[in-house]
């Protein structure tokens, strides 16, 4: 068996073209979506990452602002630079980048953000929101897992789901999402004894654990469909996922390539969740005085 590639790359242009029609319908009423990314210090990766969710956001005409603070910045300080883009009309998507320094404490930062331009879903009131299938921001990088699959036709209801990972960015919301979906889920992490056992069992398996070529094919039932969430950088400079990609093609019906699978995704997702932040203003202001919003 050879598996057939996930090109998240030829997914996103799809879902991008769609965006862009929307942000020009938004840019007619005055209302062009904003994006503001804080990056704090100077960690090249984060760089990388930020400077493509600029171009990202300049590709469908959407407006996007970069503030690079410096790593002494205060906890307090950061704080207030979020306040004041919570307070800006043209922003409706703020992000902060993590990881940041050590002397900020992640979780305080995030929760200063408004749950209305939590774009990247992390907020307390969005992730409980995701709990009981109602939140409007899902996190990035798992609700475009979920997008690849819808896009590529396979089925989720009815299938055995097996996540291996359980942060608060992909794992834990990616098994919310995939209940929603009429899935069964297993989540396994470090402390899961016989992962193998799991994983072999999966219809459908996500690997999000950050260890380079951890999943080997001796680890994958035949068929399965198989989603790598990591990214890792190797001793000589290149990419690699979790999954053993060579070995894993050929058994897999599905696979996702790192790079080129779910990163292109996660981004778009963010571009996704912008753009509705925006609809849902314009949609609210646009409202007789006193007429409730859902």
């Given at each position: 068996m050879?598996a057939?590639?996930?090109?998240?790359k030829k997914?996103?242009e799809f879902?991008?073209a769609?965006?862009?029609?929307?942000?020009?319908r938004?840019?007619?009423?005055d209302a062009?979506?904003g994006?503001?990314?804080?990056?704090?210090?100077?960690d090249?990766?984060s760089?990388?990452?930020?400077?493509?969710k600029?171009?990202?956001?300049?590709?469908?005409?959407m407006?996007s602002e970069?503030?690079a603070?410096?790593a002494?910045t205060?906890q307090?300080e950061?704080?207030?630079?979020v306040?004041?883009l919570?307070?800006?009309p043209?922003?409706?998507?703020?992000?902060v980048?993590?990881?940041?320094?050590a002397h900020?404490d992640?979780r305080?930062?995030?929760?200063a953000?408004?749950p209305d331009k939590?774009v990247?879903?992390?907020?307390c009131a969005n992730m409980g929101a995701?709990?009981i299938d109602?939140?409007?921001?899902?996190?990035?990088?798992?609700?475009?897992?979920?997008?690849m699959?819808?896009?590529?036709?396979?089925?989720?209801?009815?299938?055995?789901v097996?996540i291996?990972g359980?942060s608060?960015i992909?794992?834990?919301?990616?098994?919310?999402?995939?209940l929603k979906?009429?899935?069964?889920?297993t989540?396994?992490?470090?402390k899961?004894?016989?992962?193998?056992?799991?994983?072999?069992d999966a219809?459908?398996?996500v690997?999000?654990?950050g260890?380079?070529n951890?999943?080997r094919a001796?680890?994958?039932k035949p068929?399965a469909?198989?989603i790598d969430v990591?990214?890792?950088?190797?001793?000589?400079?290149k990419l690699?996922?979790?999954v053993?990609f060579?070995?894993?093609?050929?058994?897999?019906?599905h696979?996702?390539?790192?790079?080129g699978?779910?990163?292109?995704m996660t981004i778009?997702?963010?571009?996704?969740?912008?753009l509705r932040?925006?609809e849902?203003?314009?949609q609210?202001?646009?409202?007789p005085?006193?007429?409730?919003?859902?």
């Open positions: 050879s057939k590639i996930i090109d998240g997914i996103s879902f991008r769609e965006y862009k029609e929307r942000v020009e938004l840019a007619r009423y062009r979506p994006l503001a990314v804080i990056i704090v210090g100077a090249p990766a760089e990388v990452y930020v400077r493509n600029g171009k990202a956001c300049e590709s469908i005409g407006h970069i503030h603070l410096p002494e205060t307090t950061l704080i207030a630079w306040e004041k919570n307070a800006m043209a922003i409706h998507g703020v992000l980048q993590l990881p940041l320094p900020i992640d305080a930062v995030i929760e953000i408004h939590d990247d879903g992390f907020h995701l709990v109602e939140s409007p921001f899902p996190p990035c990088t798992p609700y475009g897992v979920m997008k699959l819808a896009f590529e036709n396979i089925p989720i209801e009815g299938k055995h097996v291996v359980r608060n992909v794992g834990k919301p990616q098994a919310m999402l995939m979906a009429g899935a069964t889920v989540v396994c992490h470090s899961t004894q016989d992962l193998a056992k799991f994983t072999r219809d459908i398996l690997a999000a654990v260890r380079a951890m999943v001796d680890m994958v068929g469909v198989v990591g990214i890792n950088r190797l001793a000589d400079g690699c996922g979790d053993d060579v070995s894993v093609s050929a058994v897999a019906s696979i996702t390539p790192v790079p699978g779910v990163g292109p778009t997702m963010l571009l996704g969740n912008t932040a925006a849902r203003k314009t609210l202001q646009m409202l005085t006193g007429t409730a919003f859902a």
